[in-house]
């Protein structure tokens, strides 16, 4: 698989199977988000593992999924088998405006998982202060984002854009579809 091909193959996935995903595949993912690009290459990011069972369950009422979807939150039986939590470290950069780091590295994270036949969802509605207290953050450390991490046990792909609505749905097939703007709507000639 080439980069483009990971691209496009590249999904949001809501519903997974229950295959454990173990901490080696993880740290994968997370050597790949080591080698992103960061601002002034301070590089303030650190990443946490979750994949104990009981802490796996503890974070899944503290994400919000799917707000498109009538019925998008993964029930038992659907719901990832672990996360990455993205750390921004206070006392590397002190500004912490973390986002452009973090989004860097989590695309970096989410491509190598596509490429591994990994699925993720990226998550940053949820509820940070109450992460925090689960995953005892330190206090040096600001909470970004979570990233779930599994194996789909859906289909999703993209399609196009119709009358600027952006909301993804699922078809009679049961194939979650994401609606892109054209490349003639996003590019800007001189």
């Not at 790949?32 to 590089?43: D, E, F, H, I, K």
């Not at 939590?85 to 998982?113: C, H, P, Q």
């Not at 990994?118 to 509605?125: E, V």
């Amino acid at each position: 698989m080439n980069v483009r091909e990971a691209i496009e193959k590249r999904r949001t996935i809501r519903k997974f199977t229950q295959r454990k995903i173990d901490k080696a595949e993880l740290h994968e993912l997370i050597d790949c988000a080591r080698l992103a690009a960061y601002g002034a290459n301070l590089q303030p990011l650190k990443f946490r593992t979750i994949t104990d069972e009981n802490e796996v369950e503890k974070v899944f009422p503290h994400t919000k999924w799917a707000g498109y979807l009538k019925d998008g939150t993964p029930k038992v039986g659907e719901r990832p088998t672990a996360y990455i939590a993205i750390l921004g470290d206070s006392t590397i950069k002190k500004n912490e405006d973390f986002g452009v780091d973090a989004g860097a590295a989590i695309t970096n994270m989410m491509l190598r998982a596509t490429e591994l036949n990994l699925a993720t969802c990226w998550f940053g509605s949820i509820d940070r202060k109450e992460l925090c207290k689960i995953l005892d953050i330190s206090e040096n450390l600001r909470l970004i984002y979570i990233l779930a991490v599994g194996e789909a046990a859906q289909e999703s792909t993209i399609c196009d854009m119709t009358d600027g609505d952006v909301k993804y749905f699922m078809d009679e097939n049961g194939v979650l579809n994401v609606p892109k703007r054209s490349l003639e709507e996003i590019i800007i000639e001189d």
